[in-house]
């Protein structure tokens, strides 16, 4: 055997080999190694993408808390107005009520007062009707008439 034959038979072997793996066995490898390669791209491209959602999702979030806040403390704010504005309210209310009471206080004393006026002008009458009387009943001496005007005086 020689070696220059041996060396060329596996050299044509070698050959063959590369050419069937070239030709056969190779593209399925480089096929199945493209769409992995594109696989992983296509994750690493979604989780990217999610990645960049997450943050524009927590940056929504964010602006919608700050909005709610902003919106919670308005609502406080005008809850808060509401609350004085019907307490102003309920304290004008009280004033109008308390004039229209003090109003009507004061027309029942002025009434009190017309009616013990006219009272008291009509005892005041009736007791000079009687010191009328009891003067035209007696004698009209001057000093008996002083005695009971003195008298009646007293007993007023």
């Given at each position: 055997m020689n070696i220059n034959l041996t060396l060329l038979g596996q050299m044509i072997t070698f050959a063959i080999f590369v050419w069937f793996t070239l030709k056969y066995v190779w593209p399925p490898i480089t096929t199945a190694m493209a769409e992995r390669n594109k696989r992983i791209a296509d994750g690493l491209a979604a989780a990217e993408q999610g990645k960049r959602d997450l943050e524009i999702a927590h940056h929504k979030v964010l602006e919608q808390l700050r909005d709610a806040k902003v919106q919670a403390a308005s609502l406080i704010e005008q809850a808060t107005q509401r609350g004085n504005h019907i307490v102003e309210e309920a304290k004008e209310q009280a004033r109008h009520e308390g004039s229209r009471l003090i109003a009507v206080?004061?027309?029942?004393?002025?009434?009190?007062?017309?009616?013990?006026?006219?009272?008291?002008?009509?005892?005041?009458?009736?007791?000079?009707?009687?010191?009328?009387?009891?003067?035209?009943?007696?004698?009209?001496?001057p000093t008996k008439h002083a005695d009971l005007i003195n008298h009646m005086l007293k007993e007023l």
């Open positions: 206080a004061k027309s029942e004393i002025e009434q009190e007062v017309i009616r013990a006026k006219q009272e008291l002008q009509l005892q005041v009458s009736e007791l000079a009707m009687a010191m009328a009387q009891k003067i035209l009943q007696r004698e009209l001496d």
